[in-house]
């Protein structure tokens, strides 16, 4: 459909069928494949794929280790353990239920989901706002996706990837389904999208810089929460919904739910506002914990003087040694 204007910078040509591509195309012509089968079996082997990328992924297996044990300091180590197995194998079905989102047709999803809420939606409509739905990043989004846009058109969000084939594949197929689609860091774009009244997809749970954050206790840890959420209500007047999905158990689909509108938002300060969305996000994922994106670096912005809880990326580490073989080879 509809895509609002991104404001990075575009990137050079390229050619999708160019041999650095290759394994991405067996990847797509697998999960091809996989999506043919029976719901259940592409569950199944979604686990298995997350078992498999467990074993190969060992610096995002370190920071999935590291947040469940900062989260859930009352488990002991053989229950966090198996809470980053349960993780990983909810990750393998969200790339199969991804593949199933961008592949399948309306018709399909009628049987896989339940949503509860949407007068909160009709509501607002009918005062005239745009309405923010606030979420996280749980693994099951795109899927939730299809099933939400069945009921009510809605606007999403994207982030480009490095993988420029996987970047073009999942924005055209984003934007298939949703009314816009706007860059992540597209702040003019979410404004224009409240202010027309659409309900926008929105999820403030990835830690990216310092600027436009403050700290809030998320799991009783100090987390660099964006302050974005406040500033959109500010600025356009929009409803802001609590969304959340959960994946049923025994492949019996999954249940959306559109909370009523949060009274009083924005509170008394953005620091306010950030403690009561992550109490909100935090109340979400203790229902199902192995549901969430435990891979990201939830906290790896620190306050003064904190103690760095992840590893540094091994890419940041191999391009330190290549600088400093050619700063050696400079002075040899």
């Known amino acids: ?11 050079s040509p390229y050619h999708p069928f160019a041999p650095q591509y290759w394994p991405t195309w067996l990847g797509i012509g697998f999960l091809w494949l996989v999506v043919k089968l029976p719901f259940r079996m592409q569950l199944a082997v979604g686990r298995g794929l997350g078992r498999l990328f467990k074993l190969l992924s060992g610096y995002r297996r ?3 280790r590291t947040n469940i044990g900062l989260c859930f300091p009352d488990l002991d180590s053989q229950q966090q353990a198996q809470l980053v197995n349960r993780f990983y194998d909810s990750l393998g079905m969200s790339l199969v239920e991804t593949a199933f989102a961008y592949w399948a047709n309306d018709r399909d999803f009628d049987r896989f989901g339940t949503l509860d809420g949407l007068e909160h ?24 996706g299809r099933i939400l846009v069945k009921h009510h058109p809605a606007c999403f969000t994207y ?5 420029r084939l996987m970047d073009t594949a999942i924005k055209k197929r984003r934007a298939e389904t949703s009314e816009l689609l706007i860059n992540r860091y597209d702040t003019r774009g979410f404004i224009k999208a409240l202010k027309a009244g659409h309900v926008v997809w929105y999820a403030p749970d990835q830690d990216q810089s310092r600027k436009n954050s403050v700290f809030a206790p998320f799991f009783g840890i100090p987390a660099n929460t964006l302050t974005s959420t ?16 959960r994946r049923l158990p025994d492949s019996k689909g999954y249940a959306l739910t559109i909370a009523p509108p949060l ?11 950030a403690t009561r969305f992550n109490a909100l996000l935090e109340s979400q994922v203790r229902e199902n914990p192995e ?20 590893p540094q990326k091994p890419r940041r580490i191999r391009k330190k040694q290549r600088r400093q073989r050619k700063k050696n080879k400079g002075l040899g």
């Open 159 to 163: 982030q480009k990837l490095r993988n």
């Open 62 to 64: 370190t920071i999935t």
């Open 230 to 245: 406040t500033k959109l209500v500010k600025l356009t007047g929009a409803v802001v919904l609590p969304f959340h999905i």
């Open 291 to 310: 549901q969430y994106l435990w891979m990201h670096r939830r906290f790896k912005t620190r306050p003064a003087k904190g103690e760095k809880l992840y």
């Open 263 to 273: 009274e009083d938002f924005p509170g008394a300060s953005e620091v306010a506002d």
């Open 1 to 11: 459909m509809t895509t609002l204007k991104d404001r990075e910078k575009p990137l």
């Open 121 to 144: 939606i009709e509501s607002a409509h009918q005062q005239g706002k745009g309405i923010l739905l606030l979420s996280g990043h749980f693994c099951s989004l795109d899927f939730a």
